[in-house]
Nanobody, 112 residues
Framework: QVQLVESGGGLVQPGGSLRLSCAVSGKFFSVFSMAWYRQAPGKQREMVAKVTSLGTPTYAASVTGRFTISRDNAKEMVYLEMNNLKPENTAVYYC??????WGQGTQVTVSS
């Protein structure tokens, strides 16, 4: 059974930074793509960033240049480095494996 546990969310001022982490338990971590999605209040979930099994990243246009996704296959971890955060980045952020398994989410609030 796959389990994903996110951490690192919190309250940050506009322009600040946060690093989200996702610990994944389950077999064959390295062969699956991993992604971060988010859901803001009253909005649909959207993909923020994705990284393939080979480490190739893809980003939503709104976060390109500010967010960085990475993975550590040895530790079975996925990270999302978020810089220059904006109030519109406020959302619950979810770690997702292979578009199938989801974590519980971690709240990110950007506010002064």
């Amino acid at each position: 059974q796959v389990q994903l546990v996110e951490s690192g969310g919190g309250l940050v001022q506009p322009g600040g930074s946060l690093r989200l982490s996702c610990a994944v338990s389950g077999k064959f971590f390295s062969v699956f793509s991993m992604a971060w999605y988010r859901q803001a209040p009253g909005k649909q979930r959207e993909m923020v960033a994705k990284v393939t099994s080979l480490g190739t990243p893809t980003y939503a246009a709104s976060v390109t240049g500010r967010f960085t996704i990475s993975r550590d296959n040895a530790k079975e971890m996925v990270y999302l480095e978020m810089n220059n955060l904006k109030p519109e980045n406020t959302a619950v952020y979810y770690c997702v494996q292979a578009e199938r398994h989801w974590g519980q989410g971690t709240q990110v609030t950007v506010s002064s």
